[in-house]
């Protein structure tokens, strides 16, 4: 059943959230943070998506673990979530997922979001998305969001944009080439140079462009969905031969590395992808002096810098008080503590690891 | 009712340890944190004392709202239990309890110890503990151990020792004179000139000599004690009396500074008064790459150097992990979470201060 071309978001909520130990965690990964205290990540990720998107028209991929929690955060019927039985990296979820909903909306326009991102702006973004969404249409390319660098941040992708692309769409830039994480240095010129942007992973084009590159990109992943072709509710079975079949990849490498179609819109709004403790503290507001309690009673902090999070409730609550601290992470839930340097929290990695290792999955 | 001179222990546990926050509390106070996860440390001071002191002749001051757990852990008889009505520093308890001892005890030899040090040589201890009762016995003088200073460690008092007192008691030294906590570069003058040695608050005397030095040097002491004289279980109006009558002054002050019959036993043993969490974790044996755990669940550290703490059991259970930390305190009782520089632990009094100003009595 075709209709009218409309603006579908989405939101792929398939991240483990390792570095946010002990908040986040296998069963409660860092989409169902509330990092604000009030709303989690999906579920304000789902209401800034709501801004652009047609009616019925959000979608959350995720894995079979946390579709009930996403149900229930985000209030979204069973139809709109798509569960994938394994995870197989973001090519395939995206293709899976597009090719899902082409099955009842073929000319449809996505929005592929992350459901763990920080963009306070909400109408600038849903601004730039329909912007992105027109170029997608008229010109059938492949456009990334290309976020404005306000720092010389290592821990990101970066795009080098290339020419404007001309006056249909203004503002809308070709793209030079694709960049992994720099180092420091490097990221400290490509600051300079004004020429690269943070890779966001915010992808828009229609579902027909997108399924076109990846059988002309991707043959591996392509061959593995071609059985799931127009089938709108394909049965467990079926969806796990594709998925076995399917590669690893990220989007990046599969399609957009290797695409000539693809186009980045520059936006200056603030973007997070909240990678870190680090970065979670940058964007709340954490700075020398001033510490940010996202949850928790703290009683007393000398220092400042610090963030403080101590999820506890009823009779685990419990005071925290800090004394002659500052650049910490205090992260405390009901069976864990985390006491690290933010400028170290990329880390807290290996200690989920080290878990693991030490056959302590229970905690992890 | 006269018996043979005998050797008492008169153990002083009346501290609120509130440097010990949020370990120690006001109804659960320093001696009775279990430092090395097994005896608390009234516990360790009740036996070490049973090394010299004669059978039945262990007791301990405390005030009216511990002495139930002070029976319970150390189990000693009620009447060896003596119960201060208020607190009322340290010269009171000594010569209230001195004098209670006296009625049943009249030549007895007291040896005045705190409950919440720290002095691993037992052995050791208990030899100069008797050294000193000889001396006191047999030259009727005050005697206070003075501890030969292993670091210039501004946070104790400190005597600066005069001459050998003379063939019949060798080693003994007379005081040349009493010094508060000195500065950093006092405290490292006194280490390098060798005439220095901590004052342990460690004293030995006879009962009478006691007495006579508080008749003759504190008066109003004296006075507030009059009523009392002879009787061996007060009725609580006169005890209160007494109380609110006797000046609040510590017993360096009311007697030791003032009296010209006071000794000094150097000794060489280990010994800490244990004033601060950073004192605490020197004791325990954290130095730079080397975390102590006193109690919990450490799964992750990758620096070493921080003393950690949580003593919390069953559904309170919490595994800790650190990174990138180095120094710090990290105390986790069920309701309480300290994470505090060592080197600035003695600011934690600041914390409770704080507490109880904001009306938190509940955690102080």
């Known amino acids: 059943m075709a209709t009218a071309p409309k603006l579908h978001a989405v939101i792929l909520a398939g991240g483990a959230g390792e570095r946010f130990w002990p908040a986040s965690r296998q069963a409660h990964p860092k989409p169902f943070l509330r990092v604000d205290g009030e709303e989690s990540l999906i579920q304000t990720t789902v209401?800034?998506?709501?801004?652009?998107?047609?009616?019925?028209?959000?979608?959350?991929?995720?894995?079979?673990?946390?579709?009930?929690?996403?149900?229930?955060?985000?209030?979204?019927?069973?139809?709109?979530?798509?569960?994938?039985?394994?995870?197989?990296?973001?090519?395939?979820?995206?293709?899976?997922?597009?090719?899902?909903?082409?099955?009842?909306?073929?000319?449809?326009?996505?929005?592929?979001?992350?459901?763990?991102?920080?963009?306070?702006?909400?109408?600038?973004?849903?601004?730039?998305?329909?912007?992105?969404?027109?170029?997608?249409?008229?010109?059938?390319?492949?456009?990334?969001?290309?976020?404005?660098?306000?720092?010389?941040?290592?821990?990101?992708?970066?795009?080098q944009v290339g020419r404007p692309v001309g006056r249909g769409h203004p503002g809308l830039r070709s793209v030079r080439r694709f960049v992994e994480k720099p180092d420091l240095t490097t990221a400290k010129r490509y600051l300079k140079s004004g020429d690269y942007l943070w890779n966001a992973g915010i992808f828009?084009?229609?579902?027909?462009?997108?399924?076109?590159?990846?059988?002309?990109?991707?043959?591996?992943?392509?061959?593995?969905?071609?059985?799931?072709?127009?089938?709108?509710?394909?049965?467990?079975?079926?969806?796990?031969?594709?998925?076995?079949?399917?590669?690893?990849?990220?989007?990046?490498?599969?399609?957009?590395?290797?695409?000539?179609?693809?186009?980045?819109?520059?936006?200056?709004?603030?973007?997070?992808?909240?990678?870190?403790?680090?970065?979670?503290?940058?964007?709340?507001?954490?700075?020398?002096?001033?510490?940010?309690?996202?949850?928790?009673?703290?009683?007393?902090?000398?220092?400042?810098?610090?963030?403080v999070w101590s999820s506890s409730t009823g009779k685990n609550h419990r005071t925290v008080a800090l004394l002659g601290v500052e650049g910490l992470a205090v992260i405390d839930t009901g069976d864990a503590l985390l006491v690290a340097r933010l400028d170290q929290s990329p880390e807290v990695r290996n200690i989920v690891k080290a878990l693991k290792a030490d056959d302590r999955e229970d905690l992890t």
Request: proline content about 6%.
């Open 47 to 159: 209401r800034r998506a709501r801004r652009f998107a047609g009616r019925n028209c959000v979608w959350v991929v995720c894995g079979r673990e946390h579709a009930r929690e996403i149900r229930k955060q985000t209030g979204l019927p069973s139809d709109r979530i798509i569960v994938e039985p394994r995870r197989r990296n973001t090519a395939m979820a995206i293709a899976f997922s597009t090719q899902r909903i082409a099955a009842s909306f073929p000319d449809a326009v996505l929005a592929v979001l992350s459901a763990d991102h920080l963009i306070p702006d909400e109408r600038a973004f849903a601004e730039a998305i329909r912007k992105a969404a027109r170029a997608a249409r008229e010109a059938g390319v492949l456009v990334t969001l290309g976020v404005q660098p306000s720092r010389p941040e290592p821990g990101y992708g970066y795009i």
């Open 204 to 307: 828009v084009w229609t579902a027909q462009t997108l399924l076109g590159e990846v059988e002309g990109l991707a043959p591996a992943l392509h061959a593995a969905l071609v059985p799931l072709e127009g089938v709108k509710r394909p049965g467990a079975a079926k969806l796990r031969a594709a998925y076995d079949a399917a590669p690893s990849e990220p989007i990046d490498i599969a399609i957009m590395e290797r695409s000539s179609r693809v186009w980045t819109l520059p936006v200056k709004f603030r973007w997070s992808d909240v990678g870190t403790w680090e970065s979670l503290a940058l964007e709340l507001g954490v700075k020398t002096g001033t510490t940010v309690v996202v949850d928790g009673d703290l009683a007393h902090d000398d220092r400042g810098g610090n963030l």
